[in-house]
């Protein structure tokens, strides 16, 4: 079901209706439910992988939590006959136990990500590596399609027995319960990452309703749709031509592809989050924010705080952290400091940590090179502005222009010209060609005419839809820099909010690209 | 109740007021309203307009509406007719005209061109759009949509035109503000009429086909409208209009004959009877033997009429003042829209003369 | 427990020189201190006081301030 279908809309309006009208304590029953049914629609065999899921992250965090209550118990008990050596050796002991119990988990659910995900990748890489050494054998693909948000759902599980295992989260004793907070279907398709602390005790409690907060709800929703619908969908057909016809359309083409696609991504993805959060706030419930106004970042750093939030806080905590901070980065800290010198050595476990860190993003993006180059560029550019930092304090040492607008405004377009370099490779899927017509661009090669200008599909109505409604987008974000944009139109006289609100709907009734579409050209007297 | 209450109600009410009147507003705006170039859109919805007093009502596609002239059979046999015809109109949106026909009179005849038997399913979603949303809503309409959907389709899309015309917002010409609210007439009591000529050069051949059985999906729409006539004691009349292509084969024309004969209908193959009519293919056809132009549908109407006359007993209102009153008025449009095409077409009437 | 606090101060100084890392109490909230800075931190620890900050402990509430740094290390120090 997408979210721009009419299916999901009547699905919508079903659940948000019928979640506020059953009993509070039946509401959370009535989710997992509806849930379900959503990702039902989606494929009857992808349910099977939520399941797995559901029932192995189930399994292994209750051992883990049983554990933990059994050593506190055993503790307590014996608190007076154990000495302070035979405690600390029990408890590792039992530690050890629970680090067993959840690699097994993580295991098999990265496993399964992995066997879904990386099987055809690896396969071909294989094949690659025997014809480079002459070998006429090959592996055949396998068969697969990768369930619809399984890399989003797993994450989530495999977050949430991490936590079980730390000690931040207990382990839920009930599997439909803990299967609502894997399956949550606003989330299901794109994120965010929840965190189990943060999200499942609103999924199980409900809260009154709220009109504010649940019209607070469906006005995002719209607003999503504005995002998706008048930008996004518009501009996705002439983003496509250029990037599958790239003999036509390089050089200067490459630059105007990385503008539209870069309008394109924004629109698409924070409207389908915007959707996604304005689903669970119509329901009450609060997801984290995914977006905060990227495009403004002055530093590709602030950059990727604020553009997939959950994504970076996600691989900062489970694979960052944990990584940079393991007895093994430790000592190869303590002993390269020794031996290459504090500078050097300081950096090693970090940028180990983070080299690692990127190319898992890349790869979690999708299995091809041209992903995993695109988290290693990202993680160039990121320590190489890590490096440049006194050089940086000692420009702005020597120069006034630290804190003016201009400044910001340059670093501003630095970055998003940084950011849509590094997604040439997201576009072009594919690691030489995007090397090649990014090239094109100081080549001067491809040329605007009218011909291949007309062919990307847009009219002079669309370009003047398109304008209009980014410059509604950058008002609306600049607004919101001081607050809430909805908190605002709320202190409104009634008739405002009405004419904003209506008229926002009117925008995406009429200008929306959804729907047959009419073309008086389809009426082409022929035959009937 | 408290004052609070009742302003609540009042805004309320007021800008479900608004809102009504936004949408219906820009739905009148962004619909199609072939007023000019394709007017066949338009047919559909002109019949409610009509004084309801028809003694043959005729269903069917573009070899109904192109070929026969109600005009025709009222001047030459004081027949009243008309013709509630639309693009490629598949069988079972026939048999829901048919109903919806009956909820506004009860026709002697009904008048069915056996051509769509050879489409078993929905075919276009555009021509399903001529056919279905000129009708006024009614269970036939609903259950016509339902019927003819193609799988893009949603019949949300029908319920709110405006879902589906709605990128029409960049297309929107003096057309669409001009005929906001009315509509001009721009069929004969359905017949669509061309004065031009295109002489037929060549009939494509006929392909054979992996098998000429008309499919039971359309067996069955004919036989409900079978009942739905015998229920409301009117003939079915079956014909075959004289167009040389799409092509009739003779093995859906055997299909036919058996079933007429079984059913003890009257089956008129206009096709065949075409030399006896005095269809000249190089003068009375427009494009090439797809469709007859006014001197071909004059020469059909004038053979068809003649037959419903006299074997089905079709009286006779010429002289009635009630029926003259209705088609003077009628006459004259009709005679005036063939001047006009005349001079659309730069033809001179010592050309018509021949 | 003061001796901790001065090593760490020390350590943030060096990372932050023009931060006051005594008054300030939202380090990690008010994006002070990043990832970086918390993994090198935790680096120097584990060199300077030979105590371990596992994962799980790297939470903005053991981050936000000098205080609770030192709280933290001192607690973990203490268990072994």
């Not at chain 3, 606090?5 to 006051?20: A, E, Q, R």
Request: charged share 20%.
């Amino acid at each position: 079901m997408l979210f721009t279908s009419y299916s999901f809309i009547g699905f919508l309006a079903i659940v948000i209706l019928l979640y506020w009208l059953i009993p509070r304590k039946a509401r959370w029953v009535f989710l997992l439910a509806a849930s379900i049914c959503f990702y039902y629609q989606s494929g009857k065999t992808n349910l099977l992988y939520i399941l797995a899921t559901v029932v192995t992250t189930y399994i292994f965090t209750n051992l883990i939590d049983r554990n933990n209550t059994k050593e506190k118990e055993y503790i307590k008990a014996n608190k007076e006959s154990l000495s302070k050596e035979e405690r600390k050796a029990y408890k590792e002991k039992q530690k050890s136990k629970r680090q067993k119990l959840l690699v097994a988990s993580i295991l098999i659910n990265i496993g399964m990500l992995a066997v879904v995900k990386y099987t055809n990748f690896t396969i071909n890489n294989i094949n690659s590596v025997m014809r480079f050494f002459g070998s006429g054998a090959h592996l055949s693909f396998i068969d697969i399609v990768v369930p619809m948000g399984i890399s989003y759902y797993i994450f989530q599980t495999v977050g949430y027995s991490i936590d079980v295992y730390r000690g931040k989260s207990s382990a839920t004793k009930n599997i439909f319960k803990f299967a609502l907070f894997a399956s949550f279907f606003p989330q299901l398709v794109q994120g965010p990452i929840s965190r189990y602390d943060d999200l499942a005790p609103q999924l199980y409690e409900s809260r009154k309703f709220d009109w504010k907060v649940t019209s607070f709800g469906l006005q995002r929703i719209l607003w999503g749709f504005f995002k998706k619908l008048v930008v996004a969908d518009r501009l996705l057909t002439a983003v496509q031509t250029i990037i599958s016809k790239n003999d036509v359309y390089s050089g200067i083409y490459v630059l105007i592809g990385m503008l539209f696609y870069a309008i394109e991504l924004y629109c698409d993805f924070t409207g389908g989050i915007d959707i996604t959060i304005g689903t669970a706030e119509a329901l009450g419930i609060n997801l984290k924010e995914n977006f905060i106004r990227p495009y403004f970042s002055k530093t590709l750093k602030e950059f990727w705080n604020r553009w997939h939030i959950t994504m970076g806080t996600w691989f900062t905590d489970y694979i960052f952290y944990p990584l940079s901070v393991s007895k093994f980065m430790l000592n190869l800290s303590r002993s390269s400091r020794q031996k290459l010198g504090d500078k050097i050595g300081k950096r090693v476990p970090v940028y180990t940590a983070t080299i690692i860190v990127w190319f898992t993003t890349g790869i979690w993006h999708g299995s091809s090179w041209n992903f995993i180059v695109w988290g290693l560029g990202n993680c160039v550019v990121l320590l190489i502005s890590q490096e440049l930092e006194p050089f940086y304090k000692w420009f702005h040492s020597k120069t006034k222009v630290q804190g003016t607008r201009i400044w910001d405004a340059f670093r501003v377009c630095r970055t998003l010209l940084i950011v849509s370099t590094l997604r040439l490779l997201d576009c072009y899927r594919n690691v030489p060609l995007t090397f090649r017509m990014f090239a094109s661009i100081f080549k001067n090669s491809g040329e605007i005419t009218a011909k291949n200008w007309g062919a990307l599909g847009l009219t002079n109505f669309d370009y003047g839809v398109i304008i209009v409604a980014v410059i509604i987008i950058f008002v609306v974000s600049l607004i919101q820099r001081s607050g809430s944009v909805r908190e605002k139109i709320y202190k409104l006289p009634y008739w405002g909010k009405f004419c904003i609100w209506f008229g926002l709907f009117l925008i995406v009734l009429i200008f929306g690209q959804y729907g047959i579409g009419f073309s008086a050209s389809q009426f082409i007297y022929n035959q009937f | 109740m408290k004052a609070k209450t009742i302003k609540t109600i009042l805004r309320l009410t007021a800008s479900i007021i608004v809102v009504a009147f936004v949408l219906s507003f820009l739905t009148l705006l962004l619909k199609p309203k072939f007023m000019t170039g394709i007017t066949e859109g338009a047919m559909i919805a002109e019949f409610y307009k009509e004084e309801m007093c028809h003694d043959v009502v005729f269903v069917g596609d573009c070899e109904l509406y192109e070929n026969i002239s109600p005009i025709t059979l009222w001047e030459n046999y004081g027949i009243s007719s008309y013709i509630r015809g639309s693009a490629q109109q598949l069988i079972w949106q026939s048999y829901y005209l048919m109903e919806d026909t009956l909820r506004y009179e009860t026709p002697q005849v009904f008048v069915f061109n056996v051509l769509s038997m050879k489409y078993a399913e929905p075919q276009k979603e555009t021509y399903n759009r001529m056919t279905i949303d000129g009708m006024r809503w009614s269970m036939s309409k609903v259950n016509s949509i339902k019927a003819s959907m193609t799988e893009d389709e949603h019949f949300i899309d029908y319920v709110f035109p405006i879902l589906r015309f709605h990128s029409r917002w960049s297309e929107l010409t003096n057309e669409d503000l001009e005929y906001l609210f009315t509509k001009d007439k721009v069929a004969h009591n359905g017949y669509y009429m061309r004065v031009d000529t295109l002489p037929v050069t060549s009939i494509p051949e006929a392909r054979p086909l992996a098998d000429y059985a008309l499919s039971t999906n359309c067996w069955d729409y004919l036989n409900k409208m079978l009942s739905l006539c015998r229920k409301n004691n009117i003939e079915l009349v079956l014909v075959k209009a004289p167009s040389l292509f799409p092509i009739w084969y003779d093995e859906w024309e055997q299909q036919i004959e058996a079933y007429a004969s079984k059913n003890n209908l009257k089956y008129y193959n206009l096709l065949e009877d075409s030399d006896i009519i005095g269809i000249n293919w190089s003068t009375d056809t427009y494009d090439g033997g797809l469709h007859l132009n006014l001197s071909g549908a004059t020469k059909n109407s004038i053979y068809l009429g003649k037959l419903l006359q006299e074997e089905c007993g079709v009286s006779d209102h010429r002289g009635d003042p009630y029926y003259e009153s209705i088609w003077s008025s009628k006459i004259d449009f009709y005679y005036a829209s063939i001047e006009e095409q005349k001079i659309k077409y730069g033809i001179t009437d010592s050309k018509d003369d021949e | 427990m003061d001796a901790i606090k001065d090593t760490l101060l020390n350590m943030l100084s060096d990372l932050h020189p023009d931060v006051d890392f005594e008054s300030e109490t939202n380090l990690i909230d008010n994006k002070i201190l990043d990832s970086f800075d918390i993994v090198s931190l935790i680096a120097d620890i584990n060199d300077e006081l030979d105590v371990a900050i596992t994962a799980d402990k790297i939470v903005p509430e053991n981050f936000n301030s000098l205080e609770a740094l030192t709280k933290l290390v001192f607690e973990l120090s203490d268990e072994d």
